[in-house]
């Protein structure tokens, strides 16, 4: 079991579809993070919150939507994704920043996009 | 032996070998250096750090060691285990930075 908790494991789309994924924890965790893995590729960061306000977005498309409502959960809303937007979504906390100390991982959401 | 091929590079192991996997960094100026295990259909664990004003660090059965000269990195294991078969992925930062930039990954078979 990791301490950061994603929701939905497994998620099927349609390109029309609107749909969230859920990212929570309970380590008191300032910084948090979205990374998108393809299979046999390392994670890609994709944005970073630093205490609740977003700090890094990596040029990611606006179909993508991030969204920290308190310091404990990370959202990210996604909307009219494409077929090659299938991926492993991860998302990370760190007490700070990632200079300080590891990122802790939850264990994903699997995306297909249909 | 180790291959690399279109897919992720992969070093396989008898179980009680010891194992080195290596990574080559990008960015002269990072500074902060980990590694992380992922297993199948898990996120990236915690294994290891070390900071730049190190050039080794020793943990449970792991040793990282760290040649800023050369921007090499490489994550030593000892009596591999068939539990510790995986892929193994170095990550980099630096001072002040929330950017977390990971390596190409390496899978290690670990042979019974």
């Known amino acids: 079991d990791t301490e950061v908790t994603q929701t939905p494991k497994h998620l099927v789309m349609g390109m029309t579809n609107k749909k969230s994924l859920k990212c929570e924890q309970h380590?008191?965790?300032?910084?948090m993070y979205w990374y998108k893995q393809k299979a046999k590729k390392p994670p890609e960061l994709m944005f970073v919150?630093?205490?609740?306000?977003?700090?890094i977005n990596e040029s990611v498309p606006s179909r993508f939507s991030p969204e920290c409502p308190n310091s404990s959960l990370l959202n990210l809303h996604l909307h009219a994704l494409q077929p090659e937007d299938s991926a492993l979504y991860l998302c990370?906390?760190?007490?700070?920043?990632?200079?300080?100390?590891?990122?802790?991982f939850g264990n994903g959401t699997r995306l297909t996009v249909t | 032996g180790e291959s690399v091929g279109l897919h992720l590079p992969t070093l396989s192991v008898q179980e009680g070998d010891n194992s080195i996997i290596n990574c080559a960094y990008s960015?002269?100026?990072?500074?902060?250096f980990i590694w992380y295990k992922q297993e199948s259909g898990k996120g990236p664990q915690f294994i290891i750090d070390?900071?730049?004003?190190?050039d080794k660090r020793q943990g449970q059965r792991v040793t990282v060691l760290l040649n800023k000269t050369v921007k090499h990195l490489s994550l030593q294991i000892a009596a591999t285990q068939p539990g510790d078969s995986a892929v193994y992925f170095c990550?980099?930062?630096?001072?002040?930075?929330?950017?977390?930039?990971f390596g190409s990954g390496t899978r290690l078979l670990v042979r019974p």
């Open positions: 990370a906390s760190s007490p700070q920043g990632a200079y300080n100390s590891p990122l802790h």
């Open positions: 380590m008191g965790h300032r910084a």
């Open positions: 919150y630093s205490y609740e306000k977003l700090s």
């Open positions: 960015n002269s100026a990072s500074d902060y």
């Open positions: 070390i900071r730049s004003n190190m």
């Open positions: 990550a980099e930062t630096m001072d002040s930075s929330y950017k977390l930039i």
